[in-house]
């Protein structure tokens, strides 16, 4: 008895209608399947992208409410560039990690000097609640001026 090949054994079971029914049966089954975890896939995609969109607006509300907040806390702040530093005693005292020193005796004196004298604008001081020097962005300590 000869041996058939498994080519012609799948072509003539082709021909048999009972053969492809069961084929199509199994080609419908596994594509029917596919296709349901396709639409849950995508119902699950749209719940992220749903999701994904709230929390950038949460994120962009609580953003603005943390800017509004601290621009609320600098209402009454003014930043003076360029003031003098007049020893290196200044410009090294009660100056923490952050750059931003104590309240200091000195630079307390040097903003009257520079707005009652120079400035001819009445600050006293009570007028001060809190005068530190910032650290410049590259600089680890203040230069003082030369006399």
């Known amino acids: 008895m000869p041996t058939k090949n498994i080519t012609d054994v799948l072509v003539s079971a082709q021909r048999d209608p009972r053969a492809a029914d069961a084929i199509g049966d199994v080609i419908s089954d596994k594509l ?3 296709l349901d975890e396709l639409a849950t896939l995508r119902a699950e995609n749209n719940m992220q992208a749903i999701k994904i969109s ?6 962009q509300k609580a953003n603005s409410r943390v ?30 990690q952050d750059g931003r020193g104590e309240s200091s005796e000195s630079t307390e004196k040097s903003l009257l000097k520079l707005f009652n ?31």
């Open 32 to 34: 029917r399947l596919l």
């Open 54 to 59: 709230k929390l950038e607006s949460d994120f």
């Open 117 to 147: 004298d120079q400035l001819k604008v009445n600050v006293f001081p009570a007028d001060i609640s809190v005068a530190h020097r910032l650290r410049k962005r590259n600089s680890a300590l203040h230069q003082p001026q030369d006399p």
């Open 67 to 96: 800017d509004d907040l601290e621009a609320y806390t600098r209402r009454e702040n003014l930043v003076v560039s360029g003031l003098p530093v007049e020893s290196y005693t200044e410009a090294s005292s009660n100056t923490d």
